[in-house]
């Protein structure tokens, strides 16, 4: 079992629905990310929250909304996504420099969203 | 910008066969480097990780890996597979004074009983 906890596993949503991923973790990690993951490929990044601060958003359209309430949470705000957006949405987290630094990341099951 | 490549595709091997996958990098620094696992279904779990020492390191259910640093390599190695390995294997490396990876574009292998 993982110790990263993402809500739900799966997920059906039209294009003009709202709905929210979460994901969380309690190793006391400061850093925490959101990756895309579609079939036999490997993660691709999407954010990184450095001590819940919002550090690297690599170019994600802005139908995907991150948010970091506290340390042990993040959540991922969708509306109006696109068909190619179906793919499964991974978590993780690890301690960001500066902490333990360079540990290895802790990845959650993920999300498998579909979008009709 | 650093690139991380996994040359073995897909593999497939009988049970009992030996493993070899391979991971090269590109950046010329400290780096820190991790083979995570993914198996059917399940999520991305670390098989081991280097950052200093031994170049030779073992993980978990038999893998090891050798990090090689004049050929920028950290190749995955098991003496015997099984079919539970049958998973996609991920190579990642982190510079030193980075804390986020980048990962190798994966091998898928398939190991028949």
């Known amino acids: 079992d993982t110790e990263v906890t993402q809500t739900p596993k799966h997920l059906v949503m039209g294009m003009t629905n709202k709905k929210s991923l979460k994901c969380e973790q309690h190793?006391?990690?400061?850093?925490m990310y959101w990756y895309k993951q579609k079939a036999k490929k490997p993660p691709e990044l999407m954010f990184v929250?450095?001590?819940?601060?919002?550090?690297i958003n690599e170019s994600v359209p802005s139908r995907f909304s991150p948010e970091c309430p506290n340390s042990s949470l993040l959540n991922l705000h969708l509306h109006a996504l696109q068909p190619e957006d179906s793919a499964l949405y991974l978590c993780?987290?690890?301690?960001?420099?500066?902490?333990?630094?360079?540990?290895?990341?802790?990845f959650g099951d993920g999300t498998r969203l579909s979008i009709l | 910008a650093q690139s991380v490549s996994q040359h073995n595709h897909h593999v497939i091997l009988s049970e009992a066969a030996s493993l070899e996958l391979g991971c090269n990098y590109s950046?010329?620094?400290?780096?820190?480097l991790f083979w995570y696992v993914q198996y059917p279904g399940q999520h991305l779990q670390l098989l081991l990780k280097?950052?200093?020492?031994?170049?030779l390191v073992k993980g978990i259910k038999g893998f090891e890996a050798e990090f090689i640093k004049s050929k920028f390599s950290f190749n995955l190695r098991k003496p015997s597979v099984q079919w539970s390995d049958t998973a996609e294997y991920f190579c990642?490396?982190?510079?030193?004074?980075?804390?986020?990876?980048?990962f190798g574009r994966g091998t898928s292998l398939i190991v028949h009983p």
């Open positions: 990642a490396v982190t510079p030193g004074g980075s804390y986020i990876p980048t």
């Open positions: 950046y010329g620094g400290t780096v820190n």
């Open positions: 929250y450095s001590y819940e601060k919002l550090s």
């Open positions: 190793m006391g990690h400061r850093a």
């Open positions: 280097y950052f200093s020492g031994d170049p």
């Open positions: 993780a987290s690890s301690q960001p420099l500066g902490g333990a630094s360079n540990q290895p990341q802790h």
